[in-house]
C-alpha cells in the first residue's frame, strides 16, 4: 500500500504562516517528484509547487511564488510546504501527490502527471 498523510492545516489569520507536512507510508518517496496541490470550494485543483526526487529543483505556481517554499526530508519521508504570508485567497483543501517515476528531474504541474494522492488538508485563512 501507498499512502500519503497530509497534515498541518488549520485556522489561520491572514498574515499568518503555517507548515504543513505529507507523510509518506508504504514504501520511501526518496526518488520520486512529488507535489502540492489545493481546491478551494467550488473551483478547480490546481497546482501549487513541486519538488523534484533530489529536492534541488522547484517550482511553484506565480500566486504563492515568493510566500510557500516546498521541501523535502528524504531520511524522514516527509514532503512539507511551509507558507507564510498567508490570505483568504490561499483558503483551500491542500493535497500532496507523487509521480512513481524514479529520479524524476522535472516537477510536474498537472494533475495527470501524479500517480498517488493523500486525502488533504483543510486550510482556512481569516480575514
Known amino acids: 500500500q501507498v499512502q500519503l498523510a497530509e497534515s498541518g492545516g488549520g485556522l489561520v489569520q491572514a498574515g499568518g504562516s503555517l507548515r504543513l507536512s505529507c507523510a509518506a507510508s508504504?514504501?520511501?518517496?526518496?526518488?520520486?517528484?512529488m507535489g502540492w496541490f489545493r481546491q478551494a470550494p467550488g473551483k478547480e485543483r490546481e497546482f501549487v509547487a513541486a519538488?523534484?526526487?533530489?529536492?534541488?529543483?522547484?517550482d511553484y505556481a506565480g500566486s504563492v511564488k515568493g510566500r510557500f517554499t516546498i521541501s523535502r526530508d528524504n531520511a524522514k519521508n516527509t514532503l512539507y510546504l511551509q507558507m507564510n504570508s498567508l490570505t483568504p485567497e490561499d483558503t483551500a483543501v491542500y493535497y500532496c501527490?507523487?509521480?512513481?517515476?524514479?529520479?524524476?528531474?522535472?516537477?510536474?504541474?498537472?494533475?495527470?502527471?501524479?500517480?498517488?494522492w493523500g486525502q488533504g488538508t483543510l486550510v482556512t485563512v481569516s480575514s
Open positions: 519538488i523534484n526526487w533530489k529536492g534541488d529543483r522547484t
Open positions: 508504504g514504501r520511501t518517496f526518496s526518488m520520486y517528484p
Open positions: 501527490a507523487v509521480k512513481l517515476v524514479r529520479y524524476y528531474i522535472g516537477t510536474p504541474r498537472y494533475t495527470g502527471a501524479y500517480d498517488y
